[in-house]
């Protein structure tokens, strides 16, 4: 399956509903660079707010997709970490270092406004 | 699995990615207009892009949620429905009576500003 893309207004917006398996990763991930590239989006928002488990690889691969974004860019926040899923990536000791992220998808879409703003 | 709903300012957004059995229909009619009350949100877009088939249940599900919530003060509008499923809609004689659509997200979050502005 697929990950949808929508765009709204500059910003491209994706909502994950799917614990990510490896391969929904990898073609999200080429989805989303090829979006940007045909959208000219400047922000974009990834929430997690149905994410119930993300494991080492599913990180590497949104901090991956986060830093791809930028060198295209886009600024990404990632938002909707559920409280369970912040607790296992820090157990873990998996650092989604200089990932951005907010509590909502409100929040995350003022972080970007901020971002870009300044 | 329940559809999450998003909250974007005064309007909720939901975008549903799976085939919606009656179960989920349901449970999302109930979680949406408690959402509703609980936000005082008033639009809501729901984003049906990566729906493939919907049935006359669905259907009938999905045009009560719009009335429902347009008794609850919120407007709806449907968007990102595929030309597959616009066929079998028709073919199948199911009309979505008096259910605003639009072509995607943004024309989705226009129609919206448009008849709350008017």
Redesign the interface.
């Known amino acids: 399956m697929?990950?949808?893309i929508?765009?709204?207004?500059q910003y491209l917006?994706i909502?994950i509903?799917?614990d990510l398996d490896d391969k929904t990763a990898l073609q999200f991930q080429e989805d989303l660079l090829e979006k940007i590239h045909e959208t000219g989006a400047k922000g974009v928002v990834i929430?997690l707010?149905?994410v119930d488990m993300i494991d080492s690889f599913i990180a590497k691969v949104l901090g991956d997709v986060v830093r791809m974004s930028n060198l295209m860019g886009a600024k990404v926040v990632l938002t909707g970490i559920q409280p369970a899923v912040a607790i296992t990536l820090i157990d873990l000791g998996i650092m989604m270092k200089n990932v951005p992220t907010a509590l909502?998808?409100?929040q995350g879409?003022e972080k970007l406004q901020q971002e870009l703003g300044g």
Do not use: A, C, G
């Open positions: 697929r990950i949808p929508l765009k709204l207004n917006l909502t509903q799917v929430d707010t149905s909502d998808l409100e879409l």
